[in-house]
Structure formats: structure tokens, C-alpha cells
């Protein structure tokens, strides 16, 4: 019986997401996945770069939310900036509801003066919902009694499965390649996702605003940025219907290692304490992090674990007229 009620809280929860208040994942290793954060991060590293990311969000509550990004971007100086391509899928109520995304990016560069750069994205892909109605349990359907599941009056949707196009856009700012500064809003058409053919439900517009500093004590052999020792303090803001968040923090990079604490509000209520471990090389990084519930919720639902993986391949970096613009890791 307990299973069974839990299926229905998940399933409610689901339904009045994709209803009301349909919002997006929130990763707490936002630059560990860069095209997800601004589009407009498509090539700021010059080189080819591939990232993977992976977040189980309340693992001690059964079939909780688990999400799967993977991203490729680089710079291409014939087209005076960077491409980028994104894929994300996410998982909830152990496959009752599933989210798929995919996206190619564009982000221009403009070298505005010897200290500022700028870069401007255009993002434009598909995003799709499942629904497997057949694993819902509706409480009509539960006899008090006898446990035993009857047929509920709950109207089947018309199509198990929505699609629609999803377009985004970015920018970003770097001064004097320690100072950055970005905007993104996806989702500027405001998908369709109602499986009951209802045009007025849709995804909200997702809003974001971040900006940071490196603070570089030690530089590196031969200019490499990896090769030192910085402290980088972040804030991120999120907005996407009613749901807001202000992310705080701050990273600390003595490599090979990287290290970070954050804290997270949702203004209501404080909602998480993230603690980031990582560990980086010239052409890899790896990253962990945890996120100590502090809502109402509480840790006996898990927190989130979260991983990330980039590799950076090698570029000509020679030819190029513009510097990288410098951001943090995870």
C-alpha cells in the first residue's frame, strides 16, 4: 500500500508539472555543462570539447528524477565564432514521464575592444514528452479495503507522446579574461506540452543571469590557466514561471583539484548546500558534487548526486586572433 500511494504522489507531481508549472532541470555544476547554462558558452574555449553530465536527484525516494546531458562544441574561425550541439534526457517516476531535447547552437564572437569580448547565440532544436499512462495509479482506482486496483474515470490522454520546436537565445560578457557575465532565455516560443491538445499549456520561458570573477594568486607555466592557484565566486539566478532561484558560491582551483562550496535559495525557502570535488588535467576534467537537502523535503530523500566529464582536444590555437573566454570548470 505504501508503494502504491507513492506511486500516486508521483504521478500528481507529474501531472501538475506538465499542467501548471512544467519547469526544467537545474544542474549544480553549471559550467561543468556550458551549452545548458548560455548557449552563447558554444566555442568559448577555442577547441573542440566534449561534456558529459549525469544527475540523480532524490535517490532515497523510489523512481525520484534522474537526467542524462551530453554536449559537443567548438570554435570555427571561417564563421567567426562557435557551433555546438546538445542532447538532454530526463527521467522521472521510474519511466512514467520522460523529457527529451536536442539543439545546434550558433554563437557569434565579437572582439569589442582589447579587454572586452562578446559572444551572441541563437539556439534552435526539438524537445519531446512521453507519458506512460498505463504506470499511473489514480486513487479511485485503490479499494481501501482490498488494495485491489479498479479502472479509473481519469480521461486517457489523446497522444502518449508531444513534440514541438524550442528556441533559445544568449549572451555573454569577459573583461579583461577575469570578469564574465552572461543572459539566456530558452524556450522563447514557449513549447507546447499538454497531452490533452490544450494550446494554452505550455513551457515557460526559463530566464538566466550569471556572472563571476577569476582571481588568479599563482599563474601558470607558459600562460595555462589550469596550472595555478584561484579563487572564483559565482551567482546565478534562474527564473522560469514561479519558480525562481539564487544560486551563491564560490570555487577554488589548486591543481590538479578543484573545490566548491554553494548555497542555494529559492526565495520562498532555502532549498540546498552543494559541495563540489573535481579533478582536471589539460585535456580532461572530472567532477562530483552533492547537494545536502535543506528544504522541508530533507536529506532522508537523498539529496542529488551529481558527475560530469569533459575532454578538450587539441586546436590550432595559433591561427586564432581571440582568446578564450575564461570560465570556470564545474
Request: proline share 4%.
Amino acid at each position: 500500500m505504501q508503494s502504491r500511494l507513492l506511486v500516486i504522489l508521483v504521478s500528481l507531481l507529474i501531472l501538475v508539472n506538465t499542467s501548471l508549472r512544467g519547469q526544467d532541470v537545474v544542474f549544480s555544476q553549471f559550467y561543468a555543462n556550458p551549452l545548458y547554462l548560455n548557449p552563447a558558452l558554444a566555442g568559448a574555449k577555442l577547441c573542440p570539447r566534449l561534456t558529459l553530465n549525469f544527475r540523480n536527484q532524490w535517490p532515497g525516494i523510489s523512481n525520484g528524477y534522474v537526467t542524462y546531458s551530453a554536449t559537443y562544441d567548438d570554435h570555427i574561425e571561417a564563421l567567426r565564432g562557435g557551433i555546438g550541439f546538445i542532447a538532454n534526457s530526463s527521467v522521472a517516476g521510474g519511466g512514467i514521464y520522460d523529457c527529451f531535447s536536442g539543439a545546434g547552437i550558433y554563437s557569434y564572437r565579437l572582439q569589442a575592444s582589447k579587454t572586452v569580448v562578446i559572444n551572441a547565440a541563437i539556439k534552435a532544436g526539438y524537445t519531446q514528452y512521453r507519458l506512460d499512462w498505463d504506470k499511473l495509479v489514480f486513487g479511485d482506482q485503490i479499494n481501501v479495503h482490498t488494495g485491489v486496483l479498479d479502472i479509473t474515470a481519469e480521461a486517457r490522454p489523446i497522444t502518449p507522446n508531444i513534440g514541438d520546436v524550442d528556441l533559445s537565445f544568449g549572451l555573454l560578457g569577459g573583461y579583461k579574461e577575469s570578469v564574465y557575465f552572461g543572459l539566456a532565455v530558452d524556450h522563447l516560443n514557449k513549447p507546447i506540452m499538454s497531452f490533452y491538445d490544450d494550446p494554452s499549456s505550455r513551457l515557460p520561458m526559463r530566464l538566466t543571469l550569471h556572472a563571476g570573477a577569476i582571481f588568479d594568486f599563482v599563474q601558470g607555466m607558459d600562460g595555462e590557466d589550469l596550472r595555478n592557484f584561484s579563487l572564483s565566486p559565482n551567482v546565478v539566478y534562474q527564473q522560469q514561471g514561479k519558480f525562481h532561484q539564487l544560486n551563491l558560491g564560490m570555487s577554488i582551483n589548486m591543481f590538479p583539484f578543484v573545490g566548491g562550496l554553494w548555497f542555494r535559495n529559492n526565495f520562498e525557502s532555502a532549498d540546498a548546500l552543494i559541495v563540489l570535488l573535481g579533478f582536471q588535467q589539460k585535456q580532461y576534467k572530472l567532477g562530483y558534487s552533492f547537494d545536502y537537502t535543506l528544504s522541508r523535503l530533507g536529506i532522508h530523500s537523498g539529496g542529488a548526486h551529481e558527475v560530469s566529464v569533459a575532454w578538450l582536444f587539441n586546436a590550432p590555437r595559433k591561427n586564432f586572433h581571440i582568446r578564450e573566454l575564461k570560465c570556470p570548470s564545474f
